[in-house]
């Protein structure tokens, strides 16, 4: 810590000492060495001046590591033989810590003790692997220290299978650091904790955990916690959005994404090296013991052939003996995937290491093997994602796609991602098997999911960007012209249908030939259909929902019958429940609120800020008018979870469009409390995409009411609304609103986009 920066200058009032701020290994030795020299005086001498006897002063966790970050906790034991006098001696040692203001966790205890708790509390087994002497009695210390590493190598296999659980419980809470653009660098999968949980198993000789790569990983991982320590000024794991363009430049990193990818490959590396680490203990605990003739001790096969020069050893899928030789087989390390990802066996690590320094590169175009082998990895369903993982691992993605350096762990900074660019990819890929029974070609519909997004993070549009390469990538797998055009056809369009379907009103005309022309046929159409769930899926919940389900289904069977027919689809007729009866009629149905009320201005805003008012969030929204009739119809679904009451819902739409000023006035109140923050709205003018009718866009933040305040202000300013598509993407929308009419005067569009943008603008 450097003086006069967070608790620096009250540490050296108290005597603590003066800690830097230093980042990477020879700083965190540097901090630990001054807290030890410390901490030995805090310790009281025996009466000739000798450290006392029968009590040591034992530092564990990142003290007893040697891994002090800048802000760093201290973890104390006091050991002791049973002598008189503990509490006095405790004090003496635990308030100056406190007063110089460190966090402290602290325990007395005897050998016996502290091997009982350890024995009970796996975590606690864990932190005495760390034990270091700081002062006193040091035999004590190496007492303490060897017991407690003899007892978790006697009880190791047992304590696994609870430590796992404890590990499973804190993934599910922090999630996984590789993923989250503000993970937990610590307690997150793949972080500071996991690295113990591998240095553990490696002490107890269950398997080599701490390989190069990952220890690698591990002082990456601590000179980013560092950097973080010193960029807030105070102990924080939490790397949060704000913080990394500090972080990034203390590392010498380009920018704050570049942080992020580094931090996600080294917890990548970190959870892949745990899971190969549990199966080893899964392995140990089940028994099985290799032979060389390849059987277990009770005389079991373990080699069991999987596929063409693979086989099954111990739970693992090796290399036949047949397929090592002076030239292999280029596809071999691509067939090898395959057949992992198809029986969901893992590949054994030597298998790996094999395959990366042996296999040759494959030539351009691929042989037959290599190509039906990618087509087999990608549709394995949920075998692809953890074999393309311990692939990415050792390199053999590199060898077969040229591009990928560039997609790896590629942060995706929309909050609706929830995974970075390339884990995406190969999720797409695992989604679209569930659809690969409804199109003709389900390789050519595997190959788009992976390739889909294959343009992000270049310049311009992705999906126009990424076409190309796709169709590069399918040409240099040996696709045939026709296909590869195809596959570059399904990139460009891969958007096409979820952003049509959610902006665009599926019963004009007008949009369903639009879709029929961009796609051309059916096939292709199936293919779009398939990817857009896929695509969907694999982001995330918040890009996926029935209510969008229902809407691409509309549009696709609408747009089949243009293409099959060569004629559009007749719109569907207004509710007949509607259109007769007494004024106003409202109609509840699950997500369904329809309404019918004299026909008058302002009545879709009406029953907006009537819906926002109890909490409903608006997705749809059309307007029709029948002789006098107006009538109105939206899709909606609770912003909070929990639906509204359906009396009084319906009490207040019938009072909102009769023009009760009560509700008016509620109406009103609220949406100005709601007004959204955030960049500056956007307005969008689409022309030629309706029937009667041009598209206002609008691109804003987030609000409750928000339809309501804008349905106002285009009543106000004169326009006729007839739809509304709402489309909501993390905390932004993208809302389209058709306004009857030409709309060609520059200065009448310019009025109207004026009063929107000021009923959005905070």
């Known amino acids: 810590m450097t003086r006069g920066t967070g608790p620096a200058a009250e540490l050296t009032d108290t005597g603590a000492p003066l800690l830097t701020a230093g980042i990477g290994a020879a700083a965190r030795e540097h901090r630990a060495a001054a807290l030890d020299a410390w901490l030995r005086t805090l310790m009281p001498s025996g009466p000739d001046g000798t450290a006392l006897t029968g009590v040591a002063l034992v530092a564990v966790g990142g003290l007893g590591r040697r891994q002090c970050s800048p802000y760093s906790d201290l973890d104390l034991v006091l050991v002791h033989d049973g002598v008189p006098g503990m509490d006095e001696l405790a004090a003496a040692v635990w308030y100056p810590v406190w007063d110089a203001r460190l966090g402290l966790d602290h325990s007395v205890r005897t050998i016996a003790e502290a091997l009982s708790v350890a024995h009970d509390d796996v975590k606690v087994a864990l932190g005495l692997l760390d034990a270091r002497h700081i002062a006193g009695d040091e035999s004590l210390t190496t007492r303490l220290s060897v017991a407690a590493g003899d007892q978790w190598r006697r009880t190791a296999v047992r304590q696994l299978p609870v430590l796992r659980e404890v590990t499973a419980a804190r993934w599910k809470a922090h999630g996984e650091l590789a993923f989250l653009l503000e993970g937990d660098l610590k307690e997150a999968a793949g972080g500071l904790r996991d690295v113990g949980l591998l240095r553990a198993i490696a002490y107890a000789g269950i398997s080599d955990a701490l390989r190069p790569a990952v220890r690698a990983a591990h002082l990456r991982l601590l000179d980013t916690r560092d950097a973080l320590h010193v960029s807030r000024g105070r102990r924080v794991d939490r790397l949060v959005a704000q913080e990394r363009e500090a972080v990034a430049t203390l590392l010498g990193l380009d920018d704050g994404d570049a942080v992020l990818r580094r931090v996600a490959g080294d917890a990548r590396t970190v959870s892949h090296a745990l899971a190969d680490a549990f199966r080893a203990a899964d392995r140990l605990r089940s028994g099985r013991v290799r032979g060389a003739d390849g059987r277990g001790a009770d005389g079991r096969l373990l080699r069991r052939p999987v596929a063409r020069d693979v086989v099954e050893h111990d739970g693992e899928l090796v290399l036949a003996r047949t397929a090592i030789g002076a030239r292999p087989d280029a596809s071999l390390s691509l067939r090898v995937a395959a057949a992992a990802a198809s029986t969901g066996l893992p590949i054994a690590r030597a298998t790996c290491e094999w395959l990366a320094a042996y296999c040759p590169p494959l030539p351009t175009p691929w042989p037959a093997p290599a190509r039906a082998a990618l087509i087999t990895l990608l549709g394995a369903g949920p075998g692809l994602v953890p074999t393309w993982e311990t692939c990415d691992r050792y390199g053999l993605i590199d060898g077969w796609l040229p591009e990928w350096p560039r997609l790896r762990s590629l942060p995706q900074h929309n909050p609706v991602h929830r995974y970075t660019l390339d884990r995406h990819l190969v999720q797409a890929a695992a989604e679209a098997t569930a659809y690969a029974r409804e199109v003709d070609r389900p390789d050519l519909l595997l190959l788009a999911a992976f390739l889909h997004d294959v343009g992000k993070g270049l310049p311009g549009d992705h999906s126009t960007v990424g076409a190309p390469i796709a169709a590069g990538v399918a040409a240099r797998i040996g696709l045939p012209p026709a296909e590869v055009d195809l596959i570059e056809k399904l990139v460009r369009l891969h958007l096409l249908l979820p952003d049509v379907a959610t902006r665009r009103d599926l019963r004009d005309p007008v949009t369903i030939s639009h879709v029929a022309d961009a796609v051309g046929d059916s096939t292709t159409l199936s ?117 509204p009451d359906p009396i009084a819902l319906t009490a207040d739409l019938r009072r909102a469009v009769t023009g009760d000023v009560s509700v008016t006035q509620r109406l009103r109140g609220r949406a100005l409390a709601n007004r959204g923050a955030g960049a500056a709205p956007k307005v969008v003018w689409h022309r030629a995409v309706a029937t009667d009718a041009v598209v206002l866009e609008l691109r804003a933040a987030d609000s409750g009411g928000l339809l309501y305040r804008v349905a106002s202000a285009l009543d106000e300013a004169g326009a006729l609304v007839r739809a509304a598509r709402i489309s909501t993407l993390g905390g932004d929308v993208v809302d389209a609103f058709y306004l009857v009419g030409d709309w060609s005067e520059p200065a009448e569009r310019d009025r109207v986009e004026a009063a929107v943008l000021a009923a959005v603008s905070p």
């Open 527 to 643: 293919l779009l259909h398939g990817l857009a769930r896929a695509d969907a899926q694999a982001t995330g919940p918040a890009a996926w929902s029935d209510w969008k389900s229902r809407l691409i289904a509309e549009l696709v069977g609408r747009v089949h019958t243009a293409l099959d027919t060569g004629e559009l689809p007749d719109p569907p007729a207004p509710d007949p429940a509607l259109l007769d009866g007494p004024l106003p009629a409202v109609h509840l149905d699950g997500s369904r609120v329809a309404v019918a009320a004299a026909d008058r201005r302002g009545l879709l805003a009406a029953v907006a800020g009537c819906l926002a008012l109890h909490r409903l969030e608006v997705l749809s929204a059309d307007a029709t008018t029948v002789a006098d009739r107006g009538l109105v119809e939206f899709q909606v679904q609770p912003r909070y979870g929990t639906p």
